[in-house]
């Protein structure tokens, strides 16, 4: 009989709008190793699929090899686990449905998996993170000005009909409110996400007088917002507790709807929850269905920001059917 080797590495993949990382991780969670190249340098769909196997197999043969790879993970906006696709992305240069997964699998010879950056977001807290141990539990992902979340209900991600559950940041919070990405008003990634709190500082700047410290930062951003508050800048708390009702409003929703454990809150909105986080957890108890008051844990995820993702990404290739040539 022939010995069935068992594999301890998976290869997880980053993919965003600006750039793509690949890191190999072992099953205890370590990266040992990984690389990136820029996204846009590669409009055409083959191209990228091209470049992203080749520094996959550029990355494995300097690390023992990829037939020491049991599978792939990859995280994409506008990705669909059921199917893997990433389908009608608006922010990146693909357009339509593109099957990133099977693309993928035919020119390397291993399985792969592609789901969107919530749903790998929300695997990588259960496997490594603040959520370990959870069977009931939301995660929010707050990444590249998007608002995204992963439902999970008795342990299991719940992905929907089509595998499009979690779009929470595209729901409406204000009516006929500002312009989404998606093509509809008052979404609520319009409002909470960094780019939403930076909005909502810049509407404040326009609309006062008020001195501000904010008014002398040349490009603001959720890092100069920060800063601002730890200097206790007025307007840059007020613009903070302001995006803290909105979310804590949607939160409150989430809660009475789906009674999570816990909700954990990830990516750059950490930068500001020092501030924050007392007004959505007082927002989320002023609105949440009167059996959960007082039972909602609002938590801060403890991965390292750098290599959530790849983590994420990693744990969503341990759930793929393993399939490989090298056997």
Known sequence: MEEMRIKTRVVGVDLSLDFTTIGIVNIRGKVIAKDSFATNDHQNISNFVSALYERIKRLTEENGGIETIRSVGISAPSANYKTGCIENASNLPWKGVVPLAAMLRDRLGLAVAVANDGHV????????????????????????????????????????ANGFAGEIGHTCIVPDGRQCGCGHKGCLETYASTSGLVQTAVDMMKQSDQPSLMRSVSHLNIQAVALCCQKGDEMALEAVRKTGVILGRALANYASTFNPEAIILTGDILLVTEWMMPTVRQTIEDNVFHNLRGKVRVLASILDEENRTLLGASALAWEVKEYSLFK
């Open 121 to 160: 977001t929300g695997l990588g807290e259960q496997v490594f993170g603040s959520a370990h141990g959870l069977k009931d539990f939301v995660v929010m992902t707050f990444i590249r000005g998007g608002v995204g979340s992963s439902i999970v209900i008795g342990g299991k991600a719940h992905l929907g």
